[in-house]
């Protein structure tokens, strides 16, 4: 890429701080009964973490990437993008593979078969061979593990995407919506194994999430920045996250769902994750409204200590993933075996999360150890280019 062509990136740790956010919230979301997962998004509003991630992720797509397309590097974008697709293709499968081995060996020293059911591995355990390809193609997923194969779809067909906003940004945000409308109306989905079953999170659907989130990225989000700095947003974005906040509050206290009319209730319901009902993408919109009014780019706090093992996990968030799955599991296992008492939770939760932070610790000081090392085909040219060096 030619010295005029490069663009400069300058990160935004907003991204990270609620990335590392979303990863401590999906690890408490994932240890059933967790009395410390009433402090996660998932309880008090439509939606959860996993709007936070491909938001995110779709908006960095459409920030670093669209101005690389736009400026006719489409083929070191799709490198890029693909090579980003495959290490997570494989931490999927190897994060599948131990995941199960984990599972067979608790439910075997244990005597237990709980475990193989509750997390979707007695299959595999049965007929491995059925099973290994199935996960190979991203048909069959343990519970836990279903949001890593939607990432991969949406990054691999990121770069044709990101080819079509750059030219036509509207039209392809129209197209998006015409897709997930056809998808909500006709059941369009992957299929997944067993035979019948699809997966958990609909690529036709949630490509919504992360196509809107790159035409932010790639230049939307100053088109519509009036709106969001419009006192009327604001107010209709508070009312939709205190309505959500209701309505759900109803679904932990009964006393509170006799006021929820019965024909808002069938406009309403069911609230579905797998097709990524409106009401979980307008709630966590309107979170978003909030966050960039309130929350700027240069926000002091986002370099303070305090915020810092957040933003740490944040930015290695792929790794840190794959941990919280072992960790959660690890935690639900001993809340199982040994004890369900209140302290037992708070000390093992907090425990999984200091266990996470010291992983992305000696990840970010390993990225800053320097790289001694030289390209040798790189050094080799060089001498060849030199007179009276061979």
Known sequence: MAEQDKVSVERDLRLDLFRGVGLWMIFLDHIPHDVVSWLTLRNYGFSDAAEFFVFISGYLA??????????????????????????????????????????????????????????????????????????????????????????????????????????????????????????????????????????????????LMFIFAAWCGTGGANKIWPIIQS????????????????????????????????????????????????????HFLALALVVVRFVPHNWAALTSKWLRPMVMCGQHSLPIFCFGVFLSFAAHWVLMQYTRGVWEQLAISAA???????????????????DLFVDAAETEGKAALEPGKA
């Not at 920030?63 to 494989?90: N, Q, T």
């Not at 129209?174 to 299929?191: M, Q």
């Not at 309505?243 to 929820?260: D, E, R």
């Not at 932070?357 to 150890?369: E, P, Q, S, T």
Request: net charge positive; with cysteine; aromatic share 16%.
């Open 352 to 370: 999984g999360i200091l266990v996470m932070i010291a992983i992305a610790w000696v990840l970010d000081r390993a990225d800053k150890v320097p």
């Open 231 to 282: 006192r009327l947003a604001l107010a209709v974005a508070l009312l939709w996250i205190l309505f959500g906040f209701l309505i759900v509050m109803s679904w932990h206290f009964a006393i509170l769902g006799w006021w929820v009319p019965a024909w808002l209730n069938k406009m309403m319901y069911p609230i579905d994750k797998t097709d990524l009902d409106m009401l979980r993408f307008t």
């Open 62 to 207: 459409g920030f670093i990437y669209g101005p690389i397309i736009k400026a006719g590097h489409f083929l070191a974008a799709l490198k890029r993008l693909w090579k980003r697709a495959m290490e997570m293709y494989v931490a999927h499968i190897m994060l599948f593979l131990v995941f199960t081995a984990q599972i067979a060996r608790t439910v075997r020293k244990f005597d237990n078969p709980l475990y193989e059911d509750e997390f979707n591995v007695h299959n595999f355990l049965l007929h491995p061979d059925v099973l290994i390809g199935q996960a190979l193609s991203l048909r069959y997923k343990p519970v836990n593990l279903d949001v890593l194969p939607l990432y991969i779809a949406l990054i691999a067909t990121a770069p044709f995407m990101l080819w079509a906003m750059v030219r036509r940004p509207n039209l392809t945000l129209l197209g998006s919506i015409v897709l997930y409308i056809c998808a909500r109306k006709f059941d369009w989905n992957l299929a997944s194994y067993p035979p019948g079953t699809t997966w958990y999170f609909n690529p036709f659907a949630w490509q």
